[in-house]
């Protein structure tokens, strides 16, 4: 059978293979062999692939890789049994520690810039992995040509701050006498293993798009702002898969891919609030508008019918005495009632400050409560329910203080609103001014918070 072929063939691994999965020299790590295993068996290299996965074995005979790899290559009952010892000793997802990396390579000022790999000699970034030469032009690079590099990465937190040392930057910019020459792009390509057919989402901060196996075909939205809720999802078959993204960036950047299987009981996820309004002196500034996110875990149909409510849990939450939130219905908020498949959407409330006793600040602070998302997947209830939110209690006469509002689009946004030192002495109230105040408006950029 397979599995005595695996530890009967020839204890050796080519090296030419494992240099087209992104071994750069020294002791080849599992990944590279079981990697380099499966290439070979793509290829109909039967025997030269179980010679990868006897090397694997032998060193570990545990090796989650080398047995998962096994169960790819075989059939059947024995390919079974391969993978069930894959799952003995690690997981259904096997996420690479080896990420590889190509760049830098020239680019203009746009996020997404023209691909040099696209070129006939190259032939595009998943040919560019596997092709004997491993020499790519670069005018950043002396000699003009850079090459692939390995960069080591812990699996689970999926990031790696992302630069290039070797490249002499200095000279670059003495030579043009230009700071945009800092700007680059690379490529980098990671690699994950099913042990069965399973759904996933996947996650890629910091860069603009990427794809999944196949490069363009679709490309799929980075979480370019790190915002840490886009994530797209997939229902994907046993095997290797891989994530290739392409980064832009001046001098470095961070880069962090996570990918997570997705129960299959699990149909929404609820993403905690990235911000809230203040209460101030025991109410809200106006009317307080919050916004949810919540993603459609399903990858083909759509969340229907989505109601939003105070969870009943939210009773537990509340303090004697306290104040409570209670959701109101305003009639400036856009309707939201459903959410594509495998997309992330903000649904808005709003809400109100009822009961609690007038006096201490401490008192007219309301209680945490809980958010619950309803909804139906192919005519079927679905429901999730928030963690504890939080809001913030502020004094009006001397306290900054968070304010939210709707945008002209529909959605919610916030604002921050710092009152002045001392009393204003603008107007003296003849003509109804009141010494009123006047009002310095100050905008801000993406990814600066509002009090900032």
Avoid at 101 to 122: C, T
Avoid at 131 to 143: I, M, P, Q, T, V
């Amino acid at each position: 059978g397979g599995r005595e072929q695996a530890t009967s063939s020839e204890e050796k691994c080519p090296q030419q293979s494992l240099r087209r999965v992104g071994w750069m020299g020294g002791r080849p790590s599992e990944e590279h062999l079981a990697k380099a295993a499966l290439l070979l068996a793509r290829s109909g290299q039967s025997d030269r692939a179980m010679g990868c996965v006897r090397v694997v074995l032998k060193d570990n005979p545990r090796s989650p890789w080398g047995h998962a790899t096994l169960g790819q290559m075989l059939e059947g009952e024995e390919a079974e049994k391969s993978l069930a010892e894959a799952r003995r000793f690690g997981k259904s997802l096997m996420k690479s520690r080896s990420w590889e990396v190509l760049g830098p390579f020239p680019a203009g000022k746009m996020e997404l810039d023209g691909d040099p790999l696209q070129s006939s000699l190259y032939g595009g970034i998943e040919n560019a992995r596997t092709l004997d030469h491993k020499r790519f032009a670069s005018e950043y690079a002396d000699g003009g040509f850079v090459k692939w590099q390995t960069r080591t990465v812990d699996p689970e937190a999926g990031m790696i701050e992302l630069s290039f040392p070797d490249i002499n930057w200095n000279k670059h910019v003495q030579l043009t006498n230009s700071m945009p020459i800092l700007e680059w792009q690379a490529w980098i390509a990671v690699d994950f293993l099913l042990l069965e057919d399973s759904k996933v989402r996947i996650s890629c901060m910091g860069v603009h798009s990427f794809s999944v196996d196949r490069m363009g075909k679709p490309w799929y939205a980075g979480d370019i702002y790190r915002s840490g809720t886009l994530w797209t999802v997939l229902e994907l078959s046993r095997g290797l898969h891989t994530v290739y993204m392409k980064v832009k960036a001046k001098v470095s950047t961070h880069v962090q891919t996570q990918i997570l299987l997705v129960e299959k009981e699990r149909k929404v996820e609820v993403f905690s609030p990235k911000w809230m309004p203040d209460v101030v002196d025991g109410k809200f500034f106006g009317v307080g508008y919050g916004a949810i996110q919540i993603l459609n875990l399903d990858s083909k149909s759509f969340l229907a019918d989505i109601r939003v409510s105070l969870a009943r849990s939210s009773s537990s939450l509340s303090g004697a005495g306290k104040p409570t939130i209670t959701l109101v219905e305003p009639p400036d908020l856009p309707t939201i009632t459903q959410v594509a498949p495998s997309q992330t959407l903000a649904v808005q409330f709003a809400m109100d400050v009822v009961g609690g006793e007038r006096g201490e600040a401490s008192k007219r602070c309301p209680s945490s409560f809980r958010v619950a998302i309803t909804g139906k997947i192919e005519g079927k209830e679905v429901s999730v329910t928030s963690d504890a939110i939080s809001v913030r209690c502020r004094e009006k006469e001397n306290q900054s203080f968070i304010m939210s509002f709707v945008d002209h689009d529909g959605s919610v946004q916030h604002a921050a609103v710092v009152p002045p030192l001392k009393s204003c002495e603008i107007g003296d109230g003849s003509r109804g001014d009141g010494r009123k105040c006047p009002v310095v408006l100050s905008m801000h950029g993406t990814g600066v918070k509002a009090n900032d």
